[in-house]
């Protein structure tokens, strides 16, 4: 059975940081795409960034380039987002998402594997 489970999430005043961290288990993840998007209450879900194996390649939103980065460890199971500079937008349930295809590294649709989310809430 394939998983991904993210854990990380919590409470953080603005400006504060946060790690998110997406354990995956059931199947190799290692050449996937993973992703991070999140969805705020009344809104779409949104991308927030990805990273891409080979070749080593990562993508972010607008919105939070230069304060959040993806990273994953050796063994590709893991994949983190340091959120830093927090802001009460930022504020959203964040899923970890894995897209085996690797094509549109970007595009919620080419993840077909998703977690259940954690909540990220940032005070003002």
């Known amino acids: 059975q394939v998983r991904l489970v993210e854990s990380g999430g919590g409470l953080v005043q603005a400006g504060g940081s946060l790690r998110l961290s997406c354990a995956t288990s059931?199947?190799?993840?290692?050449?996937?795409?993973m992703g991070w998007f999140r969805q705020a209450p009344g809104k779409e879900r949104e991308f927030v960034a990805a990273i891409k194996w080979s070749p080593s390649s990562t993508y972010y939103a607008d919105s939070v380039k230069g304060r959040f980065t993806i990273s994953r460890d050796n063994a590709g199971n893991t994949v983190y987002l340091q959120m830093t500079s927090l802001k009460p937008e930022d504020t959203a349930v964040y899923y970890c998402?894995?897209?085996?295809?690797?094509?549109?590294?970007?595009?919620?649709?080419?993840?077909?594997?998703w977690g259940q989310g954690t909540q990220v809430t940032v005070s003002s």
């Open positions: 059931g199947r190799t993840f290692n050449r996937a795409v």
């Open positions: 998402a894995a897209n085996p295809t690797g094509r549109s590294p970007t595009s919620e649709r080419n993840f077909g594997f």
